[in-house]
C-alpha cells in the first residue's frame, strides 16, 4: 500500500469514528496538566475567558492595596509610588485585555445552561457574602472600640474568599493566594504598632494580588486548544 493510500484509509477510518469518540477525542485535547490553574475539560474556554477577567480584577484592588500600604509605610513624597503603582496596575490590565482578546478567537464552547448556571449562582453567593462580611466588619470592631482593626477584617474577609473560588472555578493557584491574605491579615495582629500593621495588611494583600494576576496572564493561554469542544453537561 502506498503513503497516499495509508493517508487516505486514516481520514476515512477517522471520519468514521463514533461521535462519542471523536468527542472523547476533542476532550482530551482540551485537557491540561493538573497545575496551579487546575484542570482541563470541555469548560476550560470558559474558565480561561474568566480567569482573565478574574485577573483585572486582581489587579485593580491590588493597585487598591497598595494604595493604602503607601499611605501607612510612606512618609514622604508619594506620587513617585502612585504613578509605578498606576503603570504596573496599567501594564497588567492590557495584558488581561490581550488574553481576552486572543480567546475571542478561539473555538466556541457550548455548554449546558445549567452548568452555566451554577458558575453564575456559585460567583453571585461568594461575592454576596464577601461584601455582607465586609460591610458587617465596621460596626464589629466599632462595638469593641478597635476600629483600627478594620484593614484586617478586610484583608482576612476578602483572603478567605478565594478558597471558596478556587475551588468553584478550580484554581488551586486561588488557595495559595487566600493564604497569602490571611496570613498577612492576621499575622499584622501581632504587631503593635498600628501604621506597620495596616502596611502589613495592605501590601501583603497588593502583592498577592499582583502576582496572581501575573501567573494567571503567564499560563492562562498556554493550552488554548485548536478546534471546538463538545456540549458539556453536569451529567457528563
Not at 146 to 174: N, S
Not at 208 to 223: C, D, G, M, P, Y
Amino acid at each position: 500500500m502506498t503513503g497516499e493510500n495509508r493517508d487516505q484509509v486514516g481520514r476515512s477510518h477517522r471520519s468514521n469514528q463514533s461521535p462519542s469518540r471523536r468527542s472523547i477525542g476533542l476532550e482530551n485535547e482540551m485537557k491540561e496538566a493538573g497545575g496551579i490553574l487546575g484542570p482541563g475539560g470541555p469548560d476550560l474556554l470558559v474558565r480561561m475567558r474568566g480567569r482573565a477577567v478574574g485577573a483585572i480584577v486582581c489587579a485593580g484592588f491590588g493597585a487598591y492595596a497598595l494604595y493604602w500600604w503607601t499611605e501607612a509605610a510612606i512618609r514622604g513624597e508619594r506620587r513617585p509610588w502612585f504613578g509605578a503603582i498606576a503603570a504596573v496596575t496599567a501594564v497588567l490590565v492590557v495584558w488581561a485585555i490581550a488574553n481576552l482578546v486572543a480567546l475571542r478567537h478561539a473555538p466556541r464552547v457550548v455548554l449546558d445552561k445549567q452548568l452555566v448556571r451554577s458558575y453564575r449562582i456559585g460567583y453571585g453567593l461568594i461575592v454576596a457574602i464577601e461584601g455582607a462580611a465586609i460591610s458587617v466588619g465596621g460596626p464589629i470592631v466599632g462595638h469593641f472600640h478597635r476600629p483600627d482593626l478594620y484593614g484586617q477584617w478586610v484583608g482576612a474577609v476578602v483572603g478567605l474568599h478565594f478558597f471558596p473560588l478556587g475551588k468553584l472555578f478550580k484554581v488551586p493557584l486561588y488557595y495559595g493566594t487566600g493564604a497569602a491574605i490571611s496570613l498577612a491579615s492576621f499575622g499584622s495582629l501581632l504587631i503593635s504598632q498600628n501604621d506597620l500593621r495596616s502596611a502589613i495588611t495592605a501590601g501583603g494583600t497588593g502583592i498577592a494580588l499582583w502576582i496572581t494576576t501575573a501567573v494567571v496572564l503567564s499560563k492562562n493561554l498556554e493550552r488554548l486548544p485548536e478546534r471546538t469542544a463538545p456540549v458539556v453537561s453536569r451529567g457528563d
